[in-house]
């Protein structure tokens, strides 16, 4: 889909977890910015090379800046850095800001994510996912708060996956995060309604971003009803909905964006 009808001229955006060329990230980046938004990227390439994502490059953020602002779109991408370190999170926003001369819309995409089945969990396996997709995003969140400009409207999207749907019990330690994601939504939307600012919460369903191959692939597309996995363009779909004009009304929401994948308790 590329809907020329929804715009977001004069918007300036901020997206993390902008590294990987197939992620869901870059897509919302390209997408994000056709439409006439000013973008800043932030993403973390050594944290991809480390965990083996097939995608992964260095300095993927800084390329695809590069390549985006090479098409005359407005594509910032801001240093790189680890968001699980104390106050990066916050110098993320501030850069951004900064850069942009303010900011009215964030898009935290950015996750931590690995394995760990119950007997292997330790505080080395847990903490890293808490504090990226949690604490990060809500030192993220106060940030943005602290320099928006409350007379017009702003927007914050969070993503969250698919544990409140089904269980993923290889990988508790990142559902925990990611429901807290979703009380984050929900409790700050609440918060900050009378600043202008609203906030939803994307899950994109398993998403065809370079990962799974083979048998495997093919298994998770029949649980499709259309046959076919998810893709970033389809994220990205909502999302630019979410911080147009369109949506001025919604907030406070959890919006499955996954193509009926049949998830069962």
């Known amino acids: 889909m590329n809907n020329s009808s929804i715009r977001l001229d004069g918007q ?4 993390t977890g902008v590294s990987r060329p ?70 993320v926003v501030e850069e951004a800001a900064a850069k942009l001369g303010g900011l009215d819309g964030l898009i935290l995409n950015h996750a931590y994510s690995t394995y760990g089945e119950i007997g292997q969990w330790t505080p080395e396996h ?45 990988e508790i330690a990142y559902c925990v995060s990611k429901e807290a994601v979703i009380c984050l939504c929900r409790q700050t939307s609440y918060l900050l309604g009378d600043k202008n600012i609203r906030v939803n919460c994307i899950n994109p369903g398993p998403n065809d971003t370079g990962y799974c191959f083979g048998d495997a692939y093919e298994s998770v597309a029949k649980m499709f009803p259309s046959g076919r996995w998810g893709t970033p363009d389809d994220a990205a ?29």
């Open 126 to 170: 847990i903490d890293p996912h808490l504090l990226v997709n949690v604490r990060a995003s809500m030192m993220m969140i106060q940030s943005f708060v602290n320099q928006a400009d409350t007379t017009k409207d702003n927007a914050i999207t969070l993503f969250t996956s698919g544990q409140y749907l089904s269980p993923m019990v290889n």
């Open 237 to 265: 779909d909502l999302v630019l909905f979410l911080h147009s004009s369109y949506a001025k009304w919604i907030t406070g929401q959890v919006i499955a964006s996954d193509g009926g994948f049949k998830e069962h308790w």
């Open 12 to 15: 300036k955006i901020l997206i």
């Open 22 to 91: 197939l992620g869901i990230g870059a897509m919302l980046t390209k997408r994000l910015a056709e439409a006439g938004a000013t973008v800043a990227i932030h993403g973390f390439s050594d944290y991809d090379m480390a965990v083996g994502h097939q995608s992964a490059m260095p300095k993927g953020t800084e390329t695809l800046s590069r390549q985006l602002s090479d098409s005359e779109l407005k594509v910032t991408a801001l240093k790189p850095s680890d968001l699980e370190k104390p106050g990066i999170a916050e110098k």
